[in-house]
Nanobody, 121 residues
Framework: QVQLVESGGGLVQAGGSLRISCAASGLTFSSYAMGWFRQAPGKEREFVAAISWGGAAIYYADSVKGRFTISRDNAKNTVYLRMNSLKPEDTAVYYC??????????????WGQGTQVTVSS
């Protein structure tokens, strides 16, 4: 079965950096677009970033553009999200997702369980 396992979340001070990872198994990783979404308490899940199967196309939410970088290593079946200049409003559970098509909407086939990122002020 398909599994997406996020890791690397934690507590960081405002202005700091963090890299979270998502390891995939049970699917042909290089055939899937990958996305990162986040959900803060009391808010809807929102799009953060997405990358095409080969990495040629990348989307970012305006709120993270210039601060976050999505990347993937198809040899390791892993997608990464490097987060710099973190702000308290970036605090959320971060989810990775895999889908056949590159989208900025939650129309992905598979989802991970999430990793908590907390940014203190």
């Amino acid at each position: 079965q398909v599994q997406l396992v996020e890791s690397g979340g934690g507590l960081v001070q405002a202005g700091g950096s963090l890299r979270i990872s998502c390891a995939a198994s049970g699917l042909t990783f290089s055939s899937y677009a990958m996305g990162w979404f986040r959900q803060a308490p009391g808010k809807e899940r929102e799009f953060v970033a997405a990358i095409s199967w080969g990495g040629a196309a990348i989307y970012y939410a305006d709120s993270v553009k210039g601060r976050f970088t999505i990347s993937r290593d198809n040899a390791k079946n892993t997608v990464y999200l490097r987060m710099n200049s973190l702000k308290p409003e970036d605090t959320a559970v971060y989810y990775c997702a895999a889908g056949r098509y590159l989208r900025a909407t939650p129309d992905y086939n598979y989802w991970g369980q999430g990793t908590q990122v907390t940014v203190s002020s």
